[in-house]
């Protein structure tokens, strides 16, 4: 049986994967980036985000990105003979990943039930915008809606400003890393009850999950949160900065920290200020507290700003774009930009793995996404099916 090139604590894992776009296939990939094997089931036309820009010789960097090191095979699910396919396959696999809207999988005589009955040690994990239950459970949902719905929006971006999406698909992101570990969870009991299970995750649960203390707050102050910028609700100073020529963030989180901070940029007399003396009075006062410090901190640029910070042990970091994020020494020390290679080639660069873990090699590459159907006559030879 072919094994991903990935080293990885999964090494020995086939996962089956029926997801499409970015949710699904980013708990895959990362599934993939611990060692397990994955094997993309796609429809005839192929996941939607083939057809998403950007383009590299007419091949999408979004697909790329999310489905590297997979391999490809079209079923078509509503098919009799492709099905029977995909169960000869799940009869090896160890997981099976779908992301489509609740009662497809019935509907494609697939549902977690029989295939529960079929493969008692088969873990089945779906993604769905509103999960297996509830009045919702059958609604279509996009990262955008659910970021709405759970309440992240009404705390991103500006007090009377439109409402905004948070930067990164993280709807989606977050439900596909909580896939992930709901996964492992279920791996893990699987070991002592040799029993498989249904992992079932809503994207607009993890939303509500990583509302952090926006939730606490409003139950014990019977207020609603409200958008803040870059500020942070519980402490102060906690935001962004602006200086001569760019703009910092600075994050003093307790007392000594900000008298560290006012002694830095020359500003003793706000340590004993009765307005910012203690956490609590600096957060009524924050939008005084900004005036001081800028006043100051605009006499200077950034990058003297932050050597400074550093000395007083002031935790302080840059405003970075994409760029500026990407070329850090600390990310590129820590392989967090490896390289898509196809035929010895490199075609494109993307994000590493985060997940570091002894004993276990961090390549500087990834496999090329596959093309689509690649690897169906392998695929079928190496489980000994005949195509029916």
């Known amino acids: 049986m072919k094994n991903n090139n990935m080293e990885g604590p999964l090494k020995k894992l086939l996962i089956i994967d029926l997801t499409r776009v970015l949710a699904?296939?980013?708990?895959?990939?990362?599934?993939?980036?611990?060692?397990?094997?994955?094997?993309?089931?796609?429809?005839?036309?192929?996941?939607?985000?083939?057809?998403?820009?950007?383009?590299?010789?007419?091949?999408?960097t979004y697909f790329s990105s999310l489905n590297r090191n997979k391999e490809s095979i079209v079923l078509n699910l509503k098919e009799k003979g492709d099905r029977k396919i995909l169960?000869?396959?799940l009869s090896m696999a160890d997981v099976l990943v779908e992301n489509y809207r609740p009662g497809t999988m019935e509907k494609l005589k697939l549902s977690h039930k029989s295939l529960q009955k079929k493969f008692p040690k088969l873990i089945i994990a779906s993604c769905s915008?509103?999960?297996?239950?509830?009045?919702?459970?059958?609604?279509?949902?996009?990262d955008v809606i659910v970021q709405a719905l759970g309440g992240i929006m009404s705390l991103t971006g500006y007090e009377k400003q439109p409402p905004v999406r948070v930067g990164s698909s993280i709807g989606d992101i977050c439900a596909g890393l909580f896939t992930t570990i709901?996964?492992?969870?279920?791996?893990?009991?699987?070991?002592?009850?040799n029993k498989g299970?249904?992992?079932?995750?809503?994207?607009?649960?993890?939303?509500?999950?990583?509302l952090e203390n926006a939730i606490s707050r409003y139950y014990s102050e019977k207020k609603i949160p409200k958008k803040l910028g870059s500020r942070h609700p519980s402490i102060c100073p906690f935001e962004a900065y602006e200086c001569k020529d760019n703009y910092i963030v600075i994050a003093a989180g307790n007392n000594l920290l900000f008298k560290n901070l006012c002694n830095c940029i020359g500003a003793d007399t706000l340590i004993n200020d009765p307005r910012f003396k203690e956490n609590d009075q600096r957060l009524k006062n924050a939008n005084k507290l900004k005036v001081?410090?800028?006043?100051r901190l605009k006499m200077k640029n950034s990058s003297y700003w932050i050597k400074q910070f550093e000395k007083f042990g002031v935790p302080v970091g840059k405003v970075n774009n994409v760029k500026e994020?990407?070329?850090?020494?600390?990310?590129?020390?820590?392989?967090?930009?490896?390289?898509?290679?196809?035929?010895?080639?490199?075609?494109?660069?993307?994000?590493?793995?985060?997940?570091?873990?002894?004993?276990?090699k961090d390549l500087k590459y990834r496999?090329?996404?596959?093309e689509l159907n690649q690897d169906k006559e392998r695929i079928l030879k190496e489980f000994n099916i005949k195509e029916l």
């Open 24 to 60: 699904g296939p980013y708990a895959t990939m990362v599934l993939s980036d611990m060692g397990a094997r994955v094997i993309k089931v796609e429809p005839p036309d192929g996941d939607d985000s083939r057809k998403f820009g950007p383009f590299i010789k007419e091949k999408s």
């Open 292 to 295: 001081y410090l800028e006043k």
């Open 87 to 89: 169960l000869k396959m």
């Open 367 to 370: 496999n090329d996404a596959p």
């Open 197 to 210: 299970t249904v992992v079932d995750i809503s994207m607009l649960d993890c939303q509500i999950a990583i």
């Open 325 to 360: 994020a990407i070329n850090l020494k600390q990310i590129n020390s820590r392989n967090m930009i490896v390289k898509i290679k196809k035929n010895k080639i490199t075609t494109l660069k993307v994000s590493g793995n985060p997940i570091k873990i002894k004993g276990y």
């Open 182 to 193: 709901g996964i492992q969870g279920a791996l893990i009991a699987r070991q002592s009850s």
């Open 129 to 142: 915008g509103f999960g297996q239950t509830g009045p919702w459970a059958k609604k279509p949902a996009y």
